[in-house]
């Protein structure tokens, strides 16, 4: 099969190559899934499970992406909940080679049914976005209609999906981002929108829940904001400053088939917008995942016509 290998990590996205690579086998309770359509998380390259398996043994030159839509193949031994010939959708595990190829092995239990009207580019661009959304904001965050959440890069891959659930969970959203990201992130529902660099974060405060996908000084001057018994839900680490009377929650993203389920169903019936900025072919993936000019979105690569 073709498939998109990355051995070094300080080449970053510079360093994938396309090659011909064996398929995969699938072990108990596995499915073989043929990818149709596969995103990429360029942080994935600074994750030590991209570079080595759950025994912290050298698995390079390694196939990246965990976000993955297309149709079952074959099943392992003991596999139940799914068939050969359904469509699905769902979270590649960490530290096995991912979906940028044209077939993976994957547990069962990271997958969710694909509905027939959802595309597979779509459903491609929603497992890790969407359940980092629905997790920090619904399990993390606990949030409440009539809150007040601040999303920092509310026009991105994750702050635009952010966004969208906390206004359909009845909030008060404000976000942030670049001057050019204004109007991305008001079309995705924010209410209002801080430009990071020339308005001042701290004009805003007394908040219910704050999202970081930044960290850094951002994460830091994050602190102040939440009101007390507020949540500050970070996915870039431990935040360095905490809430002084609230809470501060770091996170990794889990597969959960029903909480896929319930984002495909937004999505069907027009309440969820994907965020896909560009789309390429397995062929050109390398090219697409090191573009001349910044693309807002989610990249797709589609590995079947």
Not at 42 to 54: A, F, I, K, N, V
Request: hydrophobic residues 45%; proline residues 4%.
């Amino acid at each position: 099969m073709k498939a998109i290998v990355v051995a070094d990590q300080a080449a970053g996205t510079g360093g994938m190559r396309l090659v011909e690579r064996s398929e995969p086998q699938a072990a108990i309770n596995d499915v073989i899934v043929q990818v149709h359509a596969s995103g990429f998380v360029p942080t994935e390259l600074t994750w030590p499970s991209t570079w080595t398996d759950r025994l912290d043994r050298s698995r390079t030159p390694s196939i990246p992406g965990h976000e993955l839509a297309g149709v079952v193949t074959a099943l392992g031994y003991g596999t139940t909940g799914l068939s050969v010939g359904q469509r699905v959708f769902g979270l590649a595990d960490w530290y096995r080679d991912g979906s940028l190829a044209e077939y993976v092995a994957m547990e069962a239990r990271n997958l969710a049914p694909l509905p027939g009207d959802v595309e597979f580019t779509a459903g491609a661009s929603l497992p890790i976005s969407g359940l980092t959304a629905w997790q920090g904001l619904f399990v993390h965050g606990r949030l409440q209609a009539g809150q007040s959440v601040l999303v920092h890069g509310a026009a991105g891959a994750v702050g635009s999906m952010v966004t969208q659930l906390a206004r359909l969970s009845g909030a008060y959203v404000i976000g942030t981002g670049r001057a050019a990201d204004r109007q991305n992130a008001l079309d995705f529902g924010a209410q209002e929108f801080l430009d990071l660099e020339n308005d001042t974060l701290e004009d805003v405060n007394g908040l219910d829940l704050v999202f970081d996908v930044i960290g850094g000084d951002i994460g830091r001057r994050s602190a102040c904001l939440i009101r007390t018994g507020g949540t500050l839900v970070s996915i870039v680490g431990p935040s360095e400053v905490r809430p002084v009377d609230g809470l501060a929650v770091d996170f990794v993203v889990e597969s959960d088939r029903a909480q896929l389920g319930e984002i495909v169903q937004r999505v069907r019936d027009g309440r969820l917008r994907t965020n896909i900025g560009s789309i390429a072919a397995l062929d050109d993936a390398v090219a697409a995942f090191n573009p001349t000019k910044r693309i807002s979105g989610k990249t797709i690569i589609r590995a079947r016509p």
